[in-house]
């Protein structure tokens, strides 16, 4: 299922895939390995979204991007 702006706009990829909404407790997650260097996070996040995706239906993807979220001086 597609919002209108992407049915007007077709975005560039097929799929995407988000571990989840940003919350608790994965923004605490978040915030240890954005700005404290935590990279045991990092493995947390990696580990979680693996698992998203295996349970998915999604094929295998031929490149993975990281989306970045907006500036805090724009919000």
């Given at each position: 299922m597609?919002?209108?702006a992407c049915l007007d706009d077709r975005p560039a990829f097929n799929d995407t895939l988000a571990l989840a909404d940003y919350r608790a407790p994965l923004d605490r997650l978040a915030v240890e390995?954005?700005?404290r260097g935590r990279l045991a996070a990092g493995a947390e996040f990696a580990r979680h979204l693996h698992e998203r995706?295996?349970?998915s239906n999604l094929p295998t993807p031929d490149v993975i991007v990281l989306g970045?979220?907006?500036d805090r001086?724009?919000?």
């Open positions: 597609h919002c209108d390995l954005k700005f995706f295996e349970d970045r979220t907006a001086a724009r919000l």
